[in-house]
């Protein structure tokens, strides 16, 4: 949605800030129904779940691309915000039951790379359908994409399916559901990763959604240019994936985690001050190299802050995350509507940084030693 929210807003003739609910729509609900979907994966099957989502995100998709008014649009991206709720939290939760705790962060940084490759495909793709065929186009080729990926999981589960069931537990009642995350949020660690990502994602969320409308209307690049600069966030992503197992062990969980969040504030005041767009080509990808360089670290957190329940966990971990970020979206857009775009990158850069403080002097022993 970042490359073509200008375009959305040009085509509805309303405000960036306007359309911003077309974005966190989607962010609101994937954040929601993690409490629906860790329960739901613990009990039935982690893999079994995920191919269930996958259909219904399919049909969501392409309603999102053949809706024709904004309240239609928000409303077939919150349905597929639902949907698609299951999937990457409940393969995260699904790597923690079958790896090691101290190979886990390296395996995830490699899962990551199939999350970054999406995003830098998300991010061109959005930019290059939208300029050339309209923003509508883009979702009707993820509506296939997502086809192919229903055919290939059903090819998978026919023909393994010990290994696609494995680590059912739970009797699946509401009432077990709601005793499982008020058991959860009763202990310090889970409380204390939640607060982590809470900020993570309200901060770096917020502002990035609009480094490309920023690239539009301050210097009035087309979409396919957009989408082009934003993928070199993915670039930086993927640098840090081929590095991660050396970065792990040389720098550890909580000084990974700090430079990470030096590089991205350093990086959100250098565009909120930018003079030439080519600061953005140099900011964007460095930004996404120290993004993951948190973010890694946090995921493996989530999957270790509490074992036993570890679908249910790494849900409200996805639904703290989710829903800051449709937060800061939202408000973000409301103060880049008043006071432009230099007052949230900065407030970003600030956040992020105090959190990478906190993580290099408070994260737990239970945590960091399982690294």
């Not at 954040?31 to 079994?48: C, E, H, S």
């Not at 919150?78 to 790896?99: E, F, K, N, Q, Y």
């Not at 103060?335 to 403080?357: E, N, Q, R």
Request: hydrophobic residues 55%; glycine residues 10%.
């Amino acid at each position: 949605m970042d490359s073509v929210l200008p375009q959305i807003a040009l085509e509805f003739d309303v405000s960036i800030g306007s359309v911003a609910f077309v974005a966190t729509a989607y962010a609101f609900a994937y954040g929601a129904f993690q409490i629906v979907f860790g329960p739901l994966g613990d009990r039935y099957g982690k893999y079994r779940v995920i191919l269930i989502a996958c259909v219904g995100s399919m049909l969501a998709t392409l309603a999102c691309g053949l809706a024709s008014s904004l309240t239609g649009i928000a409303a077939a991206r919150l349905c597929s915000g639902m949907v698609a709720a299951a999937i990457v939290p409940l393969a995260i939760a699904w790597v923690g039951d079958v790896v090691a705790d101290n190979e886990r962060q390296a395996v995830l940084a490699k899962f990551m790379s199939g999350q970054i490759l999406g995003l830098l495909a998300g991010q061109i793709g959005g930019g290059i359908f939208g300029e050339y065929f309209g923003w509508r186009s883009a979702f009707l080729v993820i509506a296939a994409i997502y086809l192919a990926a229903v055919a290939g999981l059903l090819f998978v589960l026919a023909r393994d399916r010990e290994a696609t069931a494995a680590h059912i537990r739970g009797n699946g009642s509401i009432w077990q559901t709601l005793d499982v995350f008020m058991r959860l949020l009763t202990r310090p660690v889970v409380r204390f990763v939640l607060f982590l990502v809470t900020i993570e994602a309200f901060a770096m969320f917020g502002a990035f959604t609009y480094v490309g409308a920023s690239l539009n209307l301050r210097y009035g690049f087309d979409f396919a240019t957009i989408g082009l600069y934003l993928a070199t966030y993915c670039i930086g992503g993927l640098a840090y994936v081929v590095q991660s197992r050396r970065l792990i062990r040389i720098f550890g969980p909580g000084r990974l985690s700090f430079l990470g969040t030096v590089l991205v504030a350093i990086t959100y005041a250098a565009i909120a001050f930018a003079p030439s767009h080519h600061v953005y080509l140099a900011a964007i990808p460095l930004m996404g190299f120290g993004f993951y360089m948190l973010h890694n670290t946090l995921q493996t957190c989530a999957t270790q802050m509490a074992p036993d329940a570890r679908g249910s966990s790494v849900a409200i971990f996805a639904t703290f995350y989710f829903l800051s970020q449709a937060v800061g979206v939202f408000l973000a857009g409301q103060v880049i509507d008043g006071f432009g775009f230099a007052p949230v990158f900065l407030t970003a850069a600030v956040l992020l940084l105090f959190l990478g403080i906190v993580m290099l002097t408070r994260l737990p022993p239970e945590l960091s030693r399982r690294f």
